[in-house]
């Protein structure tokens, strides 16, 4: 196996069990690997520190294993079985009133450049590195043997999410059996999830807990749920006992997708669905609702986006919180992962300050559990929001 050596003194964030080795710590380099190759990573004196996939880039190790193991199948099998261990232990795998989780959640599960979520009998992977790529097949065969009879399908979503530089041909497709989108259940609401035509791995499961807390807040308000993708705040907010919901997305399959899906759950609901932008929605609504969600995609996905992201944030929460009625909350989010929880709160801040209302902080929310964050990388905490009380 080719070696890495570090240079001396940065072995240091290895031993802290960090998951990523980056280019400017590497002092040489034996051998010629290819992108997405198993590597040793060795200290200046030549003492094993980890072993991981080596790629094309700033992090140019992401390790899987800091112990000297063989990296077979019984491997691959023991680290998803402990990450259904996890699931099953904070009570969503094997739950009947729950069949929509995630299994794999990159570094926060000692797998980097794997995501992979269930929904029902279907397994979808979606890979951010060749390595895990490359192993696809494998990947499939061992959640098989783990899921047995209950797993049907497993689909790779991997097309947009490989670095584009690595040229390998990845395609959308089923790896093992098939299956067409179907209806999954989350704490016993009904929603459709398609993973081959919609985002992500077809539904935003990182908003559960968040979802359930807005149907605690939401009796007797007025909603409004902003980018709403597939309606899964709305639905939470009707049976929360909300006396009307409005859901608002720029896509108009996401409002027939809502519209469905609040239909699924619900006979009769004061609900309406809106195709329209974010912003310009916002600006004609003067003082409707009582509680609004603002849960728009990612902002920035690099670094020399921040800035501009940022002031979206500003501008957005400005809006929705100089609108909502007094005595109204506003949820708010950001899912991007360059946009650390100090600027997010700072954003936000920021806007509530040019409303000049006063505002209270509820709570500070972030992923769910099967969403975990290694203590040891702290950039896996991607998802922030804050629940704000306004007067």
Same mark, same amino acid.
């Given at each position: 196996? $080719? ?231 709305? $639905? ?102 360059? $946009? ?52």
């Amino acid at each position: 196996m $080719v070696k890495i050596i570090l240079k001396p003194g940065k072995e240091q964030s290895v031993l802290r069990f960090h998951p990523w080795i980056f280019s400017g710590a590497i002092k040489k380099t034996e051998g010629n690997p290819a992108e997405g190759d198993l590597v040793e990573v060795y200290s200046a004196n030549d003492h094993f520190l980890a072993i991981g996939h080596y790629q094309i880039g700033s992090i140019t190790v992401r390790i899987i294993s800091f112990e000297q193991v063989a990296i077979d199948s019984g491997f691959w099998y023991q680290k998803l079985h402990q990450a259904y261990q996890v699931r099953k232990t904070i009570g969503v795998a094997e739950n009947p009133h729950n069949n929509v989780y995630r299994l794999i959640h990159g570094e926060g599960d000692g797998l980097p450049g794997l995501i992979i979520d269930i929904y029902n009998d279907t397994a979808v992977m979606q890979m951010h590195s060749v390595g895990m790529f490359r192993i696809r097949h494998i990947l499939a065969q061992t959640l098989k043997d783990l899921f047995g009879d209950n797993l049907k399908a497993v689909y790779d979503k991997s097309e947009s999410t490989i670095p584009f530089k690595a040229n390998t041909g990845a395609k959308n497709e089923y790896v093992l059996g098939n299956s067409q989108a179907c209806e999954i259940l989350e704490y016993n609401n009904k929603f459709m999830v398609d993973w081959v035509e919609g985002q992500k791995t077809g539904f935003f499961i990182d908003q559960r807990e968040n979802r359930k807390l807005v149907e605690s807040y939401s009796k007797d308000r007025c909603v409004l749920n902003m980018f709403c993708y597939t309606g899964g705040f709305s $639905v939470y907010a009707i049976r929360g006992g909300a006396k009307l919901v409005h859901s608002v997305d720029s896509s108009d399959k996401a409002i027939e997708l809502t519209k469905h899906n609040v239909a699924s759950n619900f006979a009769d609901a004061n609900h309406e669905a809106f195709a329209e932008d974010a912003f310009e929605y916002l600006n004609k609504i003067d003082d409707k609702y009582d509680l609004i969600i603002l849960d728009p995609p990612a902002f920035a996905k690099h670094h020399d986006a921040l800035s501009n992201a940022l002031q979206g944030y500003k501008r957005i929460n400005a809006k929705a919180i100089s609108k909502i009625k007094p005595g109204g909350i506003v949820f708010t989010f950001s899912c991007s992962q360059v $946009v650390n929880k100090d600027q997010f709160r700072q954003a936000v801040f920021s806007g509530a300050a040019m409303s000049k209302r006063s505002v209270r902080i509820l709570h500070q929310l972030t992923q769910p559990a099967d969403h975990p964050v290694s203590i040891y990388h702290p950039e896996g905490e991607y998802l922030k929001g804050l629940a704000l009380y306004v007067e």
